[in-house]
């Protein structure tokens, strides 16, 4: 009785996820509360453009360890700039361990503007966080010209402090007083989810503050002498608020004044001296400057920003005569690894050139869209026949399995905002044939058991866990053989490689979970002479 209660609470949970992320994709215009999310399409679904660099050393004579941190220098510079560039869910890989990182960019037709971007000189800055009171006079100034140019701003209206747009048309139209005026902080809104400081950004609005930090009449509402900007993602959790920085917007250091960054591991006794650190050495012309600015300074913070995003704002605990700066936190080796690299890439360490470049069109990504939904239906509608017709009732029940396997993919898809390509798809048509597998393998245990003259629920019980093992080696060693497929190819093979790891996942919590329910609560439970399969 409890196992089935357990199985009962799986079930419904499952079910219950996988309608949650799988309606939106059938069916438009749900309830607010539902989530947003929508199945992201990779480049062969929805056009695109693609983009193979390579990292060229025939004019440089640097070590082979030199040249492997170029490329990851270079890497990151990029992956910096397309992140910035706004494109939805890019894929941006480097090929093996060779020199060449490939991009692949969903939705964008024309790639000019990203090779433009991808080719310019990166920009390292330090600049001193703005106070209190300025970052107070920022957002005051900000709330005030969203407030008289909201009709500009359409998508921002559902931050005016709750309103509805009858409700903001009624106060736009009443008479009032200069005391009596209405005040919309919609930026505050917008970028602060608790009120507290720092200020931050959810990460599904992300998008539209970089939009607002491009329209340049945005830009000048801001505070003559100051600047807003965004945190750099996190790695480990890509979905987290980002935080948002106040900034003055004259540099105080830039990064042709950087010698190098190194990565150390601090000794001392007190925690902060503890665990990995930055180490920063400056040329003699910047250890001049920054001994000055740290001397002027001291308990302010100082961010560190690459193309305008920031990177880390430490604060800044006595002058630093010696041109050596220590940027200490709690950070993983991997953090601040990352980190040097980003501090040491000023400019792209060499020559960045493009050796393959293909554009697919929108049209080619629709026809391929109706090739795979044709495949998936005819697959479908062969094993759903095949079944009815060999197993009877309990080949339809096996038929309701598969129709929830597919929906329990592409809610998976839907839920962790993976990318579906044509691979991908190829992976769910070979789900819809792999998916009968297991109940073919219970159901021919069950009418065995019936020719030896069991009943009814003994064959079923019997034909269930008969089964399981030889369900379980099969479908554990596919699986095996997906997580390799992802783990060393490249960008289609790991499309096909996690449809088909989730589908394997998905078709034994059918086959062996859900269709068991289903004969237990129907059939097994039912005094029967007969069972229809």
Same mark, same amino acid.
């Given at each position: 009785?409890?196992n ?24 438009p215009? *749900? ?7 929508? *199945?992201?399409?990779?480049?062969d ?8 660099l ?27 700039r397309?992140?910035?560039? $706004? ?6 890989q ?15 037709d ?8 991808? $080719? ?8 001193? *966080? ?27 209206k ?19 007083t200069?005391?009596?005026e ?7 809104n ?31 509402a ?33 990064g ?46 100082l ?8 990177y ?8 630093i005569p ?16 990352d ?25 080619l990504?629709?026809?391929?869209i ?22 009877k009732?309990s ?17 998976? *898809? ?49 034909g ?70």
């Amino acid at each position: 009785m409890k196992n089935s209660k357990i199985r009962g609470l799986i079930i419904i949970v499952v079910l219950l996820v996988t309608a949650y992320f799988f309606a939106p994709l059938v069916v438009p215009n *749900l309830p607010s509360f539902w989530h947003k999310k929508t *199945l992201k399409l990779g480049l062969d679904l929805q056009g695109g453009s693609q983009i193979q660099l390579e990292v060229d050393f025939s004019e440089l004579e640097i070590s082979e360890k030199d040249k492997d941190d170029a490329v990851k220098t270079a890497y990151q510079i990029i992956r910096n700039r397309i992140d910035q560039f $706004g494109v939805a869910e890019p894929i941006i890989q480097r090929i093996g361990n060779t020199n060449r990182i490939m991009l692949q960019l969903p939705g964008l037709d024309d790639p000019t503007r990203a090779k433009d971007l991808i $080719g310019k000189t990166a920009m390292l800055e330090f600049k001193l *966080l703005a106070t209190n009171e300025q970052t107070d006079e920022v957002y005051k100034a900000l709330d005030k010209y969203l407030q008289d140019n909201l009709d500009k701003y359409e998508y921002l209206k559902e931050f005016a402090d709750g309103e509805t747009d009858e409700a903001i048309d009624v106060l736009a139209t009443e008479e009032t007083t200069d005391e009596e005026e209405y005040s919309m902080n919609i930026f505050t809104n917008f970028t602060t989810s608790n009120g507290d400081m720092p200020m931050s950004v959810d990460h599904d609005n992300i998008p539209t503050l970089k939009k607002l930090l491009e329209d340049q009449d945005f830009i000048k509402a801001i505070p003559a002498g100051l600047q807003v900007s965004i945190s750099k993602e996190e790695k480990k959790d890509p979905y987290k608020a980002r935080q948002i920085f106040v900034l003055k917007d004259k540099a105080e250091v830039t990064g042709k004044y950087l010698e190098k960054a190194q990565t150390k591991i601090g000794q001392g006794y007190a925690p902060k001296d503890q665990g990995p650190y930055i180490l920063l050495t400056f040329n003699k012309q910047g250890a001049k400057i920054f001994k000055t600015v740290t001397g002027q300074n001291i308990e302010k913070r100082l961010a560190i920003l690459l193309d305008d995003i920031v990177y880390i704002a430490p604060r800044i605990e006595s002058r630093i005569p010696n041109g050596e700066a220590r940027i200490t936190g709690q950070f993983s080796i991997e953090e601040v690894q990352d980190l040097v690299i980003v501090l040491n890439a000023g400019s792209l360490p060499a020559p960045v050139k493009i050796i393959e470049e293909r554009t697919v069109g929108p049209t080619l990504g629709s026809d391929s869209i109706k090739a795979g939904i044709l495949a998936a239906v005819i697959g479908m509608a062969i094993v759903f026949l095949f079944m009815i017709f060999y197993y009877k009732l309990s080949g339809l029940i096996a038929d309701l399995a598969v129709i929830v396997n597919v929906a329990f993919i592409l809610a998976v *898809l839907t839920m962790f905002k993976a990318t579906l390509t044509m691979p991908g798809i190829a992976g769910v048509i070979l789900t819809i044939g792999m998916a009968v597998d297991a109940n073919v393998i219970i159901f021919e245990r069950i009418r065995e058991n019936l020719l030896l003259g069991k009943t009814v629920r003994s064959s079923v019980d019997s034909g269930f866990s008969r089964a399981l093992v030889t369900i379980l080696d099969a479908n554990i060693t596919t699986l095996i053989t997906a997580l390799v497929l992802y783990q060393f190819g490249s960008g289609p093979v790991k499309g096909f490689a996690v449809t088909l790891s989730i589908g394997i996942i998905g078709s034994m919590f059918a086959s062996i979970i859900l269709v068991k329910a289903i004969f237990d609560g129907f059939i097994t439970n039912v005094a029967r002479d007969k069972l229809s399969i």
